[in-house]
């Protein structure tokens, strides 16, 4: 069943990767950038353009073009950079693990504080401290992620240094293998940022849907047969509502990796999103696939595991 | 006292008059003094972005106008906020307050103009799915999904990169982002109320699919639509920051929220000024809206939860009664 299961899931994955390569494909194509004059630069001759062009197999018709990059994915290989030549493959193993640090630790992070604090206003709906923290949520989905992670700079990096506890960098990544305390030490802030921002809408839901969940006749019937208060909340309540939490989080993960450039920009870190929009810029596009690439098959993976997470989580839902 | 004593005019005294729903929204809100002080706020924001050009007549800073003598310091740092500039001055000595207000200007224009669009196209294919189902629905909400689970910072990239960035790219990727959610829910409204009797009974009277579709059901969307749009206008403004932020939204010297943050990141430890000012006022804009959408989705649809409630006070105040009596019992 779950062999059956996973053998069909993995199809439907490829079927979407390869839509979403040739659909980046055609798109760069209808982009008016054209790489091999960007390389040539200025001064070069219109046989020089070409030259370059023919090297770079620019000149094929789109269509060679694009089976000639398929059949290289096939095995592996993820091909060049326009620009510096070097392999996609190296280039994504590098920016990699910033973007994977900063959105695995985040989503961590952001997964207590915003269930934590869902369910903590749903089970106190109405109290002070459920408006308190749905007026939080609501100001921090009024807040771009940059001013956020400006404002921690300001407030934690600068203002601590000024006072002369300098506790938290400001920018740049230090690998896990280098030493795994600085990395976590740079990462702090950067943690934060995306934790804040993504929280908000974690609160709402797991409050939306904890009070859901408290209405239904299981809980009830828990608390009639006298099951503890707080077994009845974490373990019949939160259990089930967290459903909806999870799918959320598989999305959120799965684009985040393709998507946190800002706060990758705003904290120096590097990583890949920062790459796709270099990338963008100078029409790169070996660099574009081997993003799109990637981030579509996290996107792809972070489904998967959502399913195989339901059937955990709520004995009612069989996966088929 | 007897029946006979009461006057037969007594109770028309008080006029009874039927109140339509709209009324009694208006009722509600009323009484909601968040709403009102964020609607308040809104309305101040929109007033002060219109008289942009005014204020700056008047103190005499165009935003594109260079203060070398007066508005940076010797060593070329933006200055202070003082009597002359109430927001403090920019890296090239641009007086920051007339800035923020000029900024004001594009910002809300991009959050209006773009959830306008995406409204239009939102209820437009919304109910041509939930209308005619079937084959148009199925295509019709697979792209709304595809759309809706798009990472968007990437297409916007990919579309900035091939148009250039301006006003127009940005208001059309804000736009084409947006529209999905309104047609979700135009969507599953029009799928229930295309049942109702009332369309029934427009149809066998023989109105055509446009007419039951414009005239009939549109009208009763009309609450769920207005909530979701106010609601979406402080998240294009946030959309709008974030693009000109990465240098694909709002190309300067035309000052955006969103730009002058972006130029304010290099100079946060010198000059706080330059990034709490437009900070702070894009956050008052995007608060202020969300507290109104939230307070016009409570007036409309009373069932909702509330933020900021009577009801929420009143019970807050019994229970407390109820405490001090067992206290003092």
Redesign the interface.
């Known amino acids: 069943m779950l062999r059956r299961f996973l053998l069909r899931r993995a199809l439907l994955g490829v079927l979407v990767l390869w839509l979403v390569t040739l659909g980046t494909f055609l798109?760069f194509f209808?982009?008016?950038?054209d790489p091999a004059r960007t390389l040539a630069g200025r001064q070069a001759t219109p046989e020089q353009v070409e030259l370059i062009r023919h090297n770079l197999g620019l000149d094929r018709p789109i269509l060679v073009q694009y089976l000639d990059y398929l059949n290289r994915l096939i095995h592996g290989d993820l091909g060049q950079s326009y620009f510096s030549g070097e392999s996609i493959g190296k280039l994504l193993s590098q920016d990699f693990p910033p973007t994977a640090s900063l959105v695995i630790g985040g989503a961590i992070l952001w997964v207590v504080i915003g269930v934590g604090a869902g369910v903590i206003s749903a089970t106190r709906?109405?109290?002070?401290l459920d408006?308190v923290v749905?007026?939080l949520a609501?100001?921090a989905?009024?807040?771009?992620?940059?001013?956020v992670g400006?404002?921690l700079?300001?407030f934690l990096f600068?203002q601590l240094s000024m006072a002369g506890a300098p506790l938290l960098p400001p920018d740049s990544y230090v690998p896990l293998t280098d030493s795994p305390g600085e990395w976590a030490r740079h990462l702090i802030l950067p943690w934060i940022t995306l934790a804040m921002v993504q929280a908000a809408s974690y609160v709402r839901l797991t409050r939306g849907s904890m009070l859901d969940i408290l209405g239904e006749d299981y809980i009830r019937t828990a608390r009639a047969k006298g099951v503890p208060e707080g077994r009845v909340i974490y373990r019949h309540g939160l259990r089930a509502a967290l459903t909806p939490v999870v799918t959320q989080l598989g999305?959120d993960v799965g684009?985040?990796i393709?998507?946190v450039?800002?706060t990758e920009?705003?904290f120096g870190l590097g990583g890949i999103?920062q790459a796709?929009?270099q990338a963008?810029?100078s029409?790169d596009l070996p660099v574009i696939m081997g993003v799109?690439v990637l981030?579509t098959t996290a996107?792809v993976v972070a489904n998967l595991l959502v399913d195989i997470t339901y059937g955990l989580l709520d004995p009612r839902i069989r996966l088929t | 006292m007897t029946l006979t004593e009461i006057r037969p005019d007594a109770v028309t005294d008080r006029t009874i008059a039927g109140r339509s729903p709209w009324q009694l929204a208006w009722a509600r809100i009323r009484t909601d003094k968040v709403a009102l002080v964020s609607g308040l706020t809104v309305v101040l924001l929109c007033l002060l972005a219109l008289a942009a050009p005014l204020i700056a007549a008047w103190n005499g800073h165009d935003p594109d106008e260079q203060f070398r003598d007066t508005g940076i310091t010797a060593q070329g740092l933006p200055i202070a906020p003082n009597g002359t500039f109430w927001f403090g001055t920019d890296r090239l000595g641009r007086d920051l307050f007339i800035r923020v207000l000029y900024g004001a200007r594009v910002s809300l224009l991009v959050g209006v103009v773009a959830t306008g669009l995406a409204a239009l196209v939102g209820v437009l294919v919304g109910l041509l799915a939930g209308y005619y189902g079937g084959v148009i629905d199925t295509v019709l909400s697979r792209l709304m999904d595809v759309v809706l689970s798009f990472p968007y910072l990437i297409f916007a990239i990919a579309v900035v990169s091939i148009a250039g960035p301006s006003l127009t790219a940005t208001i059309g990727v804000i736009a084409f982002y947006s529209w999905a959610a309104i047609a979700r829910v135009v969507r599953g409204q029009t799928l229930s109320l295309k049942e109702r009797e009332y369309v029934e009974a427009a149809r066998s009277i023989g109105c055509g699919d446009l007419r039951i579709m414009f005239v009939d059901i549109l009208p009763n969307l009309l609450a769920p639509v207005i909530v979701l749009t106010t609601l979406l206008v402080p998240a294009a403004i946030v959309f709008e920051s974030t693009l000109s932020f990465l240098g694909l939204g709002i190309v300067p010297p035309t000052p955006s929220w969103g730009n002058l943050l972006s130029e304010a990141q290099g100079f946060y430890r010198v000059a706080y000024w330059y990034l709490g000012f437009p900070a702070a006022t894009l956050l008052l804009t995007t608060l202020a809206f969300n507290l109104v959408g939230d307070g016009i989705r409570d007036a409309i649809d009373p069932r909702m939860e509330r933020l900021f409630s009577r009801r929420g006070r009143r019970n807050r105040r019994d229970r407390r009664d109820r405490r001090r009596r067992r206290k003092g019992a």
Not at chain 1, 30 to 33: D, M
Not at chain 1, 125 to 128: D, H, M, N, T, V
């Open positions: 798109l209808v982009a008016p950038s709906a109405r109290s002070l408006r749905t007026f609501l100001a989905v009024s807040m771009p992620t940059f001013v400006l404002l700079l300001y600068f999305v684009t985040l393709g998507g450039v800002v920009s705003v999103g796709v929009v963008f810029v029409g799109v981030a996107v």
